[in-house]
């Protein structure tokens, strides 16, 4: 498995999701982490980052609503979504953001209005 996202799913808006990422541990081991979004006609944009220590970063658009977490011992990442707005819908990537690899097919979100 290099980089396997899931969790994704049809949720009305104000719900909630919670993503997964299992990586490989090559990619994992120590790196920066990062989940990354893409929606149709658009290109693809950093939501969150947390650091092997956990320091995490997020974009203003889901500030206060994203959380971005990592389990390192199970190469592991996740994004609780609460909060949900139709904005949010794309297609949902993780990758280590200063070593990226191959995309993978992501996890689509779809948040109804």
């Known amino acids: 498995v290099q980089l396997q996202a899931s969790g994704g799913g049809l949720v009305q808006a104000g719900g909630s999701l919670r993503l997964s990422c299992a990586a490989s541990?090559?990619?994992?081991?120590?790196?920066?982490m990062g989940w990354y979004r893409q929606a149709a006609g658009r290109h693809r944009e950093l939501v969150a980052s947390?650091?092997?220590?956990?320091?995490?970063n997020y974009a203003d658009s889901v500030k206060g609503r994203f959380t971005i977490s990592r389990d390192n011992a199970k190469n592991t990442v996740y994004l609780q979504m609460n909060s949900l707005k139709p904005e949010d819908t794309a297609v949902y990537y993780c990758?280590?953001?200063?070593?990226?690899?191959?995309w993978g097919q992501g996890t689509q979100v779809t948040v109804s209005s």
């Open positions: 541990g090559s990619i994992f081991s120590g790196n920066v």
């Open positions: 947390i650091t092997s220590a956990g320091s995490t």
């Open positions: 990758n280590a953001i200063y070593s990226l690899q191959s």
